[in-house]
């Protein structure tokens, strides 16, 4: 089973979603202060796991 399969169920909990990172949660928290307005594309991680979220959820 992918790793994905594991993950997906636990990223609504730090604020992954099917419509990508939800406002005022962990995810995006982090997303502002480590990437501000250009988060990187794929193959971040946190790219993988918006991606994952919106596919998955």
Known sequence: MPLAAFI???????GFSSTGVLPASLAAAYQSA??????P???GTFATLT????TFL
């Open 8 to 14: 997906a169920p636990l990223l609504p909990y730090v």
């Open 34 to 39: 480590v990437y501000g307005g250009a988060t």
């Open 51 to 54: 991606s994952w979220g919106m």
């Open 41 to 43: 594309a794929m193959p």
